[in-house]
């Protein structure tokens, strides 16, 4: 059975600093990664998607990296701002028709002004 | 921008009451999801459904749940008859290709709250 798990579960730091989310997955076998912001009373918002064939997605100030073989993937926030506070949610998907997302419990982050 | 919408935002029901959560997905795409969050616990894979049948369910998606696209707009989940348990945030999500190959767009979900 798939299992995801994020590190660190919480992570506070001042504005401006570059920051790096971790994730892993047990099962290598995954057809694709996706990262995902949830805020308080609002929904999950996807962010980046790499394909297992992929390496990395770029969007604006986010980069997301995947090495399946290890079964990690990071997402390196630059220059990160107050408006980036959420929760960070990492989730795979093994395709081949089974294309239920195995999610991890998060990273809260919180950046101070 | 287009979004999935759900409805209701809150929903309290007494154990064992049948409840109907509300979505209505992006109108131009053709997968549909549902998923649920305990309060403090990730968010789980519930259902898939595509061209108006399930095409995956997960093991909590037992006998107790059903979905349906009534009209060709809406899209709904069905909890028969609810246990305490049932308490979560349910999120309904679509896009146009598939989990597979593109990313999903979720409401803002339904707070389920069984007493």
Same mark, same amino acid.
């Given at each position: 059975k798939q299992e995801v798990t994020q590190i660190p579960a919480a992570l506070s730091v001042p504005e401006g600093e570059n920051l790096v989310l971790n994730c892993s997955f047990t099962d290598s076998a995954i057809y694709n990664l996706q990262w995902f912001r949830q805020d308080p009373g609002k929904g999950l918002t996807s962010l980046l998607l790499i394909q297992s064939s992929q390496r990395e997605q770029t969007s604006g100030r986010l980069n997301a990296s995947l090495d399946k073989s290890s079964g990690r993937s990071t997402l390196y926030i630059a220059? /990160?701002?107050?408006?980036? /506070?959420? &929760?960070?949610?990492?989730?795979? &998907?093994?395709?081949?028709?089974?294309?239920?997302?195995?999610?991890?419990?998060? &990273?809260?982050?919180i950046i101070q002004p | 921008e287009p979004e999935v919408t759900q409805t209701p935002s809150h929903q309290v029901t007494q154990m064992g009451q049948e409840v109907i959560l509300r979505c209505v997905p992006?109108?131009?795409h053709l997968y549909f999801y549902w998923y649920r969050q305990i309060l403090g616990q990730k968010v789980e894979f519930l259902v898939s459904f595509y061209n108006n049948e399930i095409s995956e369910k997960s093991e909590i998606f037992d006998d107790q749940f059903s979905v349906e696209r009534p009209d060709g707009s809406n899209f709904t989940l069905k909890i028969r008859s609810t246990k305490l348990e049932d308490s979560a945030m349910y999120f309904c999500a679509s896009s146009w290709r598939g989990a597979e190959v593109e990313k999903l767009f979720f409401g803002s979900g339904t707070q389920l709250s069984v007493l």
């Open positions: 220059a /990160s701002q107050p408006g980036d /506070s959420a &929760t960070y949610l990492c989730a795979v &998907t093994l395709g081949g028709g089974a294309d239920g997302l195995t999610f991890g419990k998060g &990273t809260h982050l | 992006i109108s131009n």
